[in-house]
């Protein structure tokens, strides 16, 4: 990342935010926690607690779409497992 190799705390911290969504499209749900995580302790650590406030929205944001994801994936192996298994109390 540029802004890493020049020093640009700000511009980094910037990219990392919006790297993190565009990563949760792609379903890459751990990625883009680790950049919204970066991100917010980058600005917490330039003393900008607006930027900082961004990249934890985004943060829960992406939590809450993963959440929802393993919830489906959950359930769906639950039916799958009752509906091959013999055993009756699953």
Do not use: K, Y
């Amino acid at each position: 990342m540029i802004c890493r190799e020049t020093g640009d705390r700000h511009g980094e911290g910037g990219a990392l935010i919006n790297l993190g969504p565009a990563l949760c499209e792609m379903r890459r749900f751990e990625e883009a926690i680790t950049a919204c995580q970066d991100a917010a302790v980058i600005f917490r650590e330039i003393g900008d607690p607006r930027r900082e406030d961004d990249a934890l929205e985004n943060l829960a944001r992406i939590q809450a779409a993963r959440d929802v994801r393993d919830r489906h994936w959950g359930a769906r192996l639950a039916r799958l497992v009752r509906a091959v298994s013999p055993r009756s109390d699953l």
